[in-house]
């Protein structure tokens, strides 16, 4: 097999184990404060549960592009393998804890350390034919979706079967496992002679010099946007579910499988939409994929039954699979050499910026407007990203045709 693909199957379960065991807490959380940790008032506990899941996006919002200035200096599998092992331990610790301030700060731990994905995301960019980036990116995607989606279901079950605090523990061992794999299997050219030779500057100088290029900035809007209208709905789901459903009969049922069709789709489409991009452009893919998701949230907003939101939300789901895969393929073309890495965790800050900010502004947004009005906001924001994207990406093809006439003059 050759060697991109041997690590591009190595990081998709990577991927997967990382983005499970970060959401595996989700459906025992709260029963875990309750029953392992000692709170018993039910307003503390759903306090607690929230401030601890959000810990480890705020740290890993901070922290991500320091990981990427020393990727892009020391390599990007040292990084990799220094946050999977580092997570390992500290997702085993998470069982040990005491009190809910030992799990805050294991958490947030945890999200300090990460870096995973974007040094998954920043080797396969550096390994894969460039024939192949839309496949290869589409498909390390899809282990992250499936990870997301499957955490939580696997959470669950193991919860029942075992206990709370077994879980931390088989988590972190799979976690040693991948990285142990990856050490291994996982192989990068990186040239460290070249890499010293470049100049190294500050995170914040590293964020101005990316930021002056207009393409990478609107790409960065594409993965913040994403996660925002992805996260704004999700905690007011339920109510709308049960506002259509009209009964509460199999309420968590229906809820749980609104929430996680859209991801099922994604899985799904990642990594067509990713080797299509390979055929087209991912310009293309990603135009297109940016004005469909938008039209998709807007008939979320005037539904009459449960059945059609899950058709519009399956049908969303299509879309955005094409977003992340066409993102990552494009920061590799715009960024300039020697500063990948740190543009791919750039644009993971983004992610957990989204993931932080939709459920907040989701609800206050809800409360002036209704949640159909969550859904028309998210997609007047995807359109006018679209059109963002359409300018930048049109604006390099225009300098890129200029400058290519002043060199023939």
């Known amino acids: 097999m050759e060697q991109w693909k041997i690590n591009l199957a190595v990081l998709w379960f990577g991927q997967f184990l990382v983005m499970a065991g970060m959401t595996m807490i989700i459906p025992f959380l709260p029963l875990y404060l309750k029953m392992d940790l000692g709170l018993t008032d039910n307003h503390e506990i759903a306090t607690w549960a929230g401030v601890i899941f959000a810990g480890n996006f705020v ?42 301030w030992h799990l805050l700060f294991l958490r947030m731990l945890n ?75 996982v192989k990068e050219p990186f040239d460290r002679a070249k890499a010293a030779a470049i100049p190294q500057v500050s995170v914040i100088q590293g964020f101005r010099e990316l930021s002056h290029v207009p393409q990478l900035t609107a790409l960065f809007a594409v993965t913040f946007l994403i996660q ?23 309420l968590a049922f229906w809820a749980g499988f609104v929430g996680s069709v859209t991801g099922l789709s994604n899985m ?46 399956f049908a ?17 073309k715009f960024t300039p050499e020697g500063m990948e890495s740190r543009a791919y965790s750039f ?11 939709g459920p907040v502004i989701g609800g206050l947004i809800s409360g002036w407007t209704g949640i159909g009005g969550v859904f028309l906001v998210s997609a007047v924001l995807l359109f006018a990203n679209a059109a963002w994207v359409r300018y930048s990406l049109n604006n390099s093809k225009r300098q890129a045709v200029v400058s290519g006439q002043d060199r023939t003059d």
């Open 59 to 100: 740290t890993s919002f901070l922290f991500q592009p320091l990981w990427g200035k020393l990727s892009d200096r020391y390599g990007r599998k040292m990084m990799l393998l220094r946050s999977g092992f580092g997570m390992a331990i500290v997702m085993t610790l998470m069982g040990f804890a005491a009190n809910p």
């Open 111 to 185: 999200g300090t350390i990460s870096g995973f994905n974007p040094a998954s995301v920043s080797l396969i960019s550096a390994t894969t034919p460039k024939e192949k980036m839309g496949f290869a990116m589409g498909t390390l995607q899809s282990g992250a979706i499936a990870g997301t989606i499957l955490g939580p279901f696997i959470g669950g079950l193991m919860a029942d079967a075992i206990g709370f605090r077994p879980i931390f523990y088989i988590t972190g061992a799979l976690l040693f496992l991948a990285s142990l794999v990856a050490a291994f299997l």
């Open 228 to 250: 925002f209208a992805m996260l704004s709905p999700m905690p007011l789901i339920p109510l709308y579910v049960e506002e259509l459903h009209h009964s509460a009969e199999n």
């Open 268 to 313: 799904v489409a990642s990594p067509l939409l990713g080797r299509l991009s390979d055929k087209i452009g991912a310009e293309r893919i990603l135009y297109v994929a940016l004005i469909g998701s938008a039209i998709m949230f807007i008939p979320q907003a005037f539904v009459g039954s449960v059945w059609q939101l899950l058709v519009a939300r």
């Open 316 to 332: 969303l789901g299509v879309f955005l699979g094409g977003l992340i895969p066409s993102v990552n393929a494009l920061i590799r």
């Open 347 to 357: 644009n993971s800050s983004t992610l957990s910026l989204g993931n932080m900010a």
